[in-house]
């Protein structure tokens, strides 16, 4: 079975320029999470989707915003880009929107590097 | 202060070598623990959750301690190919859906 793909694998845009990154789950899961890793840091949270909707979101400005489309995959935005935005991007998903036992497990894809200059 | 605290190291460690890995989160009501493995450039990949009873995987072992907010994980007769990053991991209920990662420990086993 495939895992988390994610697409573009490395991408360079400019400062204010816009990106759109994309995920596809694990099959026949559910719940699409999406982290921002700098380096030398833990992947810090940006969103969760589950069903389609929003179930959560991370301590980041207005300019990042995400979706789920009905197949589950998500689509990660980042309008006005900052040099602070280069980082790994990565998508996780899991089998349940949240609560205990392996449903709980997120799964990442290998994530999407992008460098702003 | 941070949700999940864990040494950076690096460890540097020979071949054979036991090596332990502490971490402390610092929200009481933390429900679920994980270990991530990432090695350098790449994702990071689960490599065991953390009960409270404690439990093994071969020559892993993960311990958390609830009452001091302290998780731990141990390697016994580390391989080279145990050469990573380990990242601690904390998912709290009552902010439903975020994974909290900590800003992971470097392993370097040495020949």
New interface residues.
Partial sequence: DAGVTQSPTHLIKTRGQQVTLRCSPISGHK?V?W?QQVL??????IF?Y?EKEE??R?NFPDRFSARQFPNYSSELNVNALLLGDSALY?C?SSLA??G?GSG????????SWLTVV | RKE?EQDPGPFNVPEGATVAFNCTYSNSAS??F?WYRQDCR?????LM?VYSSGNEDGRFTAQLNRASQYISLLIRDSKLSDSATY?CVV?D?D??????????TSLTVIP
């Fill in positions: 719940s999470s982290y030398g840091q833990g992947p810090q949270f969760q589950y179930r959560g991370g990565l996780a929107r949240t205990y709980n497990t997120i799964y990442f894809g290998e994530g | 999940v429900q679920s994980f790449k994702e990071p990949k689960l959750s990242l998912k209920l902010t439903g859906n975020q994974f909290y990662f900590g800003t992971g």
